[in-house]
């Protein structure tokens, strides 16, 4: 490899320099989503009259099967109690004309009765039966008005809304609550093309809310639209949760990471890294211009001479990146300082101290004598970025990033400079 910027005589550029990372890293889709029941039931009354009782109210949970409202039943009761009187009186006439009829059979097979005597039996009898099974039906039906009058949760859940008020008229048709189904949880999200390929159902999903740092609850993909929506070009997936947190509930915003696919033992690199270089290539076909992107890093050689490496790029996970080729497990890349060398860049790797804000530094026992402070300000004088706060060095190399050399070597003197008037004043 040629020496190119990196002859000797060059002045060496200091970096700071981090072993390359082994270790896990996933490709994700991250969506925004609002967390809604699976189920929401609406309940209507089955019968009409005036509320007397209302017994739960917004956000209640509420159980399968307890009393939400009462209804006014004194009409129901009466009709109630007429249906069972009919009754009675039906099963009465039953067991007469059943026995007429069974008499009238016994002389007719004898013949000692006549045709139309056994005809009008057997009518009465059928009659009297008729009666009686549309009396047990009227009773049915008088029971569960009546039962009616009392509105039950059918699920357990969550109230979500209240319609009506005490006093007010219940009308069949009419919701008076709705529940969220507490059975379960999802969130929808919408998400690009690019993304909605490779969601699949079965992918692991982590969720989070705006105000907690860490995972809030976990879930999984259940349902994938088969198609885009045509208006806005996104597709809908439908993440079922598996956990619960304190902060979930129905309405609450998550925001919802879908793990694509994971890598184990990957070579990782932090984006903060990368040296990205722009070409210009015009496409003769098109006639257009397109512009070419690569990533390189430089690494270390001997901790003297930056080598630049040409990366294939795989996995992107936050501010991390897995890459396909272009480094090797034992490499050494420059995560400081990297953004104006060039291969074969002569290099210094400072580590410690030297990249340290001053309150982290140690101080001598012996740091307190009159030679040291005089080899203190000395040193300042000979280095003015000493003392700097690492936001004051960042500033610094911020500024001096498109010089050149010469342009550096003025820019320091002249710090320096001032370095020196300020610590002669003091």
Known sequence: MGMGAGGFGQRSTSVEAQPVNIGTISEQVRSYGTIKAQNIVQVSPQVSNRITKIYVDLGDEVKKGQSLAKIYDATFRDQLNQAKSQLEQSKVALQRDSTQFARQKSLYDRGLSSDAEYDIALSTYRSSSAQYQSAIASLTQ?????????????????????????????????????????????????????????????????????????????????????????????????????????????????????????????????????????????NPESNTIDLKRSYAVFVTRGDSVAERRELQLGIEQGDKIEVLSGLRPNDKIIVIGQQGLEDGSRIMVATGDRFKAPEQRTIEPNATNGSNVRGTRNAAGANPMANMSEEERAKIRTQTEGMSPEERRAFIQKLRTQSADSTSKN
């Open 142 to 282: 008088a029971q569960e008005n009546f039962n009616n009058t009392l509105v039950k949760s059918p699920v357990d859940g969550v109230i979500l809304s209240r319609n009506f008020e005490e006093g007010d008229l219940a009308s069949t048709g009419q919701a008076l609550f709705e529940i969220a189904n507490t059975v379960g949880y999802e969130s929808r999200v919408f998400i690009p093309v690019q993304d909605w390929r490779n969601v699949t159902i079965g992918q692991e999903v982590t969720l989070r809310t705006s105000n907690e740092e860490g995972i809030t609850t976990r879930g999984v993909v259940s349902k994938k639209s088969p198609h885009l929506d045509p208006t806005t070009g996104l597709g809908e997936v439908v993440i079922t949760l598996n956990q619960m947190g304190s902060s979930i509930f129905p309405g609450v915003l998550v925001e919802n990471v879908i793990n694509i696919s994971t890598k184990e033992r990957a070579i990782i690199v932090p984006r903060s890294a990368l040296v990205e270089k722009i070409e210009t290539v015009i």
